[in-house]
């Protein structure tokens, strides 16, 4: 899955101009958080990757500044102690975790969304996750 993140000015009804322009293309969103830095909104939309590149270009033409890229979908056991785990494992290889964030959880399972710095890298480290 790749992640894309639109950066605009904070402002009623932001989140409705930009789902409305994926939602007219039926461009579904799997995950997406939101939150506000000072006058800026920062909202992080998690596609399957069929779908980015299309919503990329489509937001853009509609006058936001939008950045992709590449984000793993890890698998835990919804217990104490398992992100440290996945933690662990990046940190001895040398990868950065950028943002983390839970898509769902239920049947004593979550699934989160990792973005770090070395990608292909962590996809190796983490294939039990995945």
Do not use: C, W
């Amino acid at each position: 899955m790749e992640t894309l993140t639109v950066i605009a000015p904070d402002k009623i009804g932001l989140l409705l101009e930009v789902t409305t322009v994926l939602g007219k293309e039926k461009i579904n969103i799997e995950s997406i958080s939101l939150e506000v830095v000072g006058n800026k909104a920062i909202i992080r939309l998690i596609l399957e990757k069929g779908a980015v590149k299309k919503a990329k270009s489509l937001l853009e033409k509609a006058g936001f500044q939008v950045v992709a890229s590449d984000t793993l979908v890890i698998k835990l056991n919804d217990k104490p102690g398992e992100l440290a785990k996945v933690a662990k494992i990046l940190a001895e290889s040398k990868v950065s975790i950028e943002s983390v964030h839970v898509i769902d959880k239920q049947n004593g399972k979550t699934l989160d969304a990792i973005k770090v710095d070395d990608a292909k890298k962590a996809e190796k480290l983490l294939r039990e996750y995945l």
